[in-house]
């Protein structure tokens, strides 16, 4: 969490989120990211104590706002209002902060309405869709936002160097040799001594840096010690096809939670990194 409030505090604040998470986790970050952009003490962001952290700690703040399921679904009727909402300026705040709970349970149809304001976003207002469910968003839905992981508190920042590179190997290789072979790759990383979510969340954490750099923004990668590997892979791909890899990273982190096999999920993933040129 402290890597994601930094880049938050250091200006690198995006349209829309996903927090993949529980209900109670997703939220209580999406309140600490409200206050940290709004925060009159930016310095010490989120202070807690200035009028905009407790408006917003005690529910009373009009730019922080929160959707939920009415029954079994978030209808299209409410996130037609939030549209709405989000298309006039905040009453208040820096930032307008609107939450989506268990976004999974949007309609087909809710989550098309909103994918047109994910797409044009207003320059004041981030979208926050709390979700442990991230397959049943639609893949438009989550390549036009950025994925955090608080589920697993495993960011893939403390894989060790030696590993690191050589998973942006494999995937280097995959990417432009014709040769390349998922099966042996992946029984090599499968008998790894290290957990399959860890570095899966080191290679979400690449396609991250690689989007970063195909869109030129100005973010720091988060790999900046692999720049030269993630430069070469960002010229072999578009940035749809780098957005629809991270979400396939992120649906093999799903199987991966729960004990899929290792073997497949790494043959998946280095089939999909093999193929992804030519999405
Ligand atoms: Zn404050």
Redesign the pocket.
Known sequence: MDNFINAVKAGFVSHAYIFLGSDEVGCAKAKIFA?TVN???PEL??????K??RKISNGTHPDFMEISAEGASIKIDQVRTLIQILAGMPMEAAIRVCIVREAHKMTPEAQNALLKTLEEPSSRSTVVLVTDNLKLLLPTIVSRCQVMDFGSGKDGIDVSFDTRKMLSQIMLRAMKDPDFEPGTSSAQVAGLDEECERLLGFLASMYRDILVVKTKSSAQLINDDLADIIGQCAERICTKSAAKMLEKILYQTVVAKSKGNQNLIWYNVFRDFQEVVRW
């Open positions: 206050q925060c009159e003490n962001a989120p202070c807690g104590f200035c905009n952290c």
